[in-house]
């Protein structure tokens, strides 16, 4: 491939591969509903990256387009965004349990916070897309969030756009605490959650052992 390359018909997989991975994930999401339980699934969204992101990020890393297939994991790109820190594992151990997709990388920014105050859980892992010509295995990567860390990463990267990412030093600081208030924030969540479903649980015990005439 060169610069010449054909994007309408280079990107086609990809697109593909997103619409098919947005109904699979959204379909998790009415699984759980259905049975009434709590959905690990807030919502989600998915997106083929621009081209000019492609060339940019192409740029900044030394990736010829020839090797874009193989070396850059996100043209796909998914984002499931959930409720509590636990759900993000649980999602995490449902994708391990799919077959239609191959797992090949995981990156845990939740354990693990990049320097900037970002934190999410990356999965990256191979998909096969039904094409005329027949099977084509593309790359994708699915980001899985709190809505709170969400919230940050959404702001964050718009400034980041502003700022072609040479943040002003206040607000590199401002950006770190509140990426210390969203941690807060979800630590809270996940103890009132807790604390929900153990008076839950104590509520059907009792209705259990004590049934009203
Ligand atoms: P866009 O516009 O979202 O597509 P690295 O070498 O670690 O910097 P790598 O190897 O590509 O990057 O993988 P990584 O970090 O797992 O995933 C990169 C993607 O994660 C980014 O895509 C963002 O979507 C998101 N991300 C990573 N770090 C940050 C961060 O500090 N802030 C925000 N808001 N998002 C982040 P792109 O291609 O950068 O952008």
Redesign the pocket.
């Known amino acids: 491939m060169d610069e010449e390359m054909n994007w309408k018909e280079f990107l086609i997989p990809y697109e593909q591969a997103v619409e098919e991975l947005k109904v699979k994930l959204k379909g998790i999401r009415k699984q759980f509903g259905k049975e009434n339980l709590h959905t690990p699934i807030e919502f989600v969204t998915g997106r083929v ?1 621009p081209v000019e ?1 492609i060339l940019a ?1 192409a740029k900044l890393r030394n990736v010829p387009l020839k090797h874009l297939e193989t070396d850059m ?2 043209i796909a ?1 998914l984002r499931i965004m959930c409720q509590f820190v636990d759900d993000i594992h649980e999602v995490v151990r449902l994708l391990r349990n799919r077959n239609d997709i191959k797992i090949i990388e995981e ?1 845990d ?1 939740i354990t693990n916070k ?1 320097e ?1 105050g ?1 934190r ?1 859980y ?1 999965v990256v892992f191979e998909y096969p897309v039904q094409v005329i010509e027949g099977e084509k295995i593309i790359l994708a ?1 699915v ?1 899985i969030r709190t809505l709170s860390m969400n919230f940050w ?1 959404t702001i ?2 718009s400034l ?1 756009y502003k700022y072609q990412g040479e943040f002003p030093e206040d607000i590199k600081i401002r950006l770190k605490r509140a990426a210390e208030a969203v941690f807060q924030l979800d630590e809270e969540m996940s103890q009132i959650r807790e604390e929900i479903q153990e008076a839950q649980q104590m509520f059907s015990y009792n209705q259990r052992d004590n049934p009203k005439k």
Do not use: I, V
Request: glycine fraction near 6%; proline fraction near 0%.
């Open positions: 990256k992101s990020k994991q996100d790109g990156r920014y990049k900037s970002y999410s990356h990567e980001q990463a964050e990267h980041n």
